[in-house]
């Protein structure tokens, strides 16, 4: 069976399954209720998450303004997901915070919870990161950054917790201070974002000497941006056994299909997705149109399988409404050929967009 989306919530239909894939060289393990596994920490999480990145910001998303009607819409992105069965979101405590938004992320995603809650009993997987700012020094502003981020999420502990980006200095302090929240039942796993390869081991290594395991890099990793198969990380994090989380996965709308070299996306995001870009673009997204239609299912859930298909890779798409986060459920529970899968990147190796600030190369 098949999920559909519609306005009323994620209905199972016939639907064309595809051929079997072989399993992937890496692949994370799987609970019984479907989840998988955050690396060897024991957290479980959905095969597919949701990043509240948008949520409360007013500098790179919502038009530069945050209002009711996008508050509702955020609430409703919450709840659309929930009902479709998707309970891991990923937020931080920068997001939406301070000078980048109205009102901080994780406070809405705790009370999107709380009034969830409220109505039904709903287990709820949490991520978010910890902002290794320059004056932030030593093991106990990672603990103390955490109460700070429980405190406005309504709750007494995460799934997970995370390194932001690497520090200008000081990570080892900040490592160590992951480690202590792991021993400290504040969090259930521990990882981190934008970590090249051999930040990664280093990582692993110094919080593997004391018994916690690094569970998680999150990283840009889209069909068009894979620069995690080429510097490294996700051979890494195979090797290593630690979830690559894939930020960007429908690279911020431009796989969607939304877009087209006469419609560009407005904001910062129209100078990396240019109507040149996009022109360059088009060839693949009409194939991805082409493959998507013989299994009944739109670009963004064919880019979204296509990641899935790699093996031990969480995608995390941003949910501003309902609507999207229907969509996204309906990257689950079906799969791609391995010739579809080897198509969609042959057609898309020539096919990189700039990214002005690639953090995971610090």
């Known amino acids: 069976m098949m999920a559909l989306q519609v306005a009323g919530g ?12 072989r399993p992937p060289r890496a692949s994370a393990a799987v609970e019984e209720d479907g989840k998988v596994s955050l690396g060897g920490s024991g957290a479980a999480v959905t095969k597919l998450g949701i990043g509240a990145w948008s949520w409360g910001d007013t500098t790179y998303w919502n038009e530069f303004q945050w209002d009711d009607r996008k508050l509702k819409a955020a609430k409703g992105a919450f709840d659309a997901s929930i009902d479709c069965g998707i309970t891991f979101f990923d937020t931080a405590e920068v997001y939406g915070a301070g000078v980048s938004g109205a009102i901080n992320s994780e406070s809405l995603l705790g009370r999107f919870i709380k009034e969830r809650q409220q109505k039904e009993e709903v287990e709820v997987g949490i991520a978010t ?20 981020s429980l405190s406005r999420l309504g709750v007494s502990s995460v799934e997970l917790y995370q390194l932001h980006w690497p520090g200008i200095w000081g990570n080892e302090g900040y490592l160590d201070g992951l480690g202590d929240a792991y021993e400290q039942g504040l969090v259930k796993a521990v990882g981190v974002s934008n970590y090249s390869e051999k930040r990664l081991r280093d990582a692993h290594e110094r919080l593997r000497k004391r018994g916690v395991p690094l569970a998680s890099n999150q990283v840009n990793y889209s069909l068009i941006y894979r620069n995690p198969e080429e510097n490294g990380v996700k051979a890494a994090c195979d090797e290593l056994g630690i979830t690559l989380i894939a930020y960007s996965p429908i690279a911020q709308g431009a796989l969607t299909g939304k877009y087209t070299p006469d419609k560009p996306p407005t904001g910062p995001r129209g100078r990396i997705y240019t109507p040149e870009f996009l022109t360059k673009l088009q060839p693949l997204i009409n194939r991805i149109k082409e493959i998507g239609a013989s299994y009944e299912k739109t670009p963004t859930q064919v880019v979204l399988n296509w990641l899935i298909c790699q093996g031990n890779v969480v995608p995390i798409p941003g949910a501003k409404n309902a609507e ?8 689950l529970g079906w799969s791609l050929t391995d010739q579809e899968v080897e198509e969609m990147r042959s057609m898309a190796r020539q096919i990189k967009p700039v990214i002005g600030f690639p953090v995971e190369m610090l």
């Open 129 to 148: 990161k910890f902002a290794a700012l320059p004056w932030r020094l030593g093991r106990g502003s990672v603990i103390s950054a955490l109460k700070d």
């Open 10 to 21: 994620c209905l199972p239909v016939p639907g064309r399954r595809a051929a079997a894939v």
């Open 324 to 331: 999207q986060a229907r969509e996204f459920a309906g990257a």
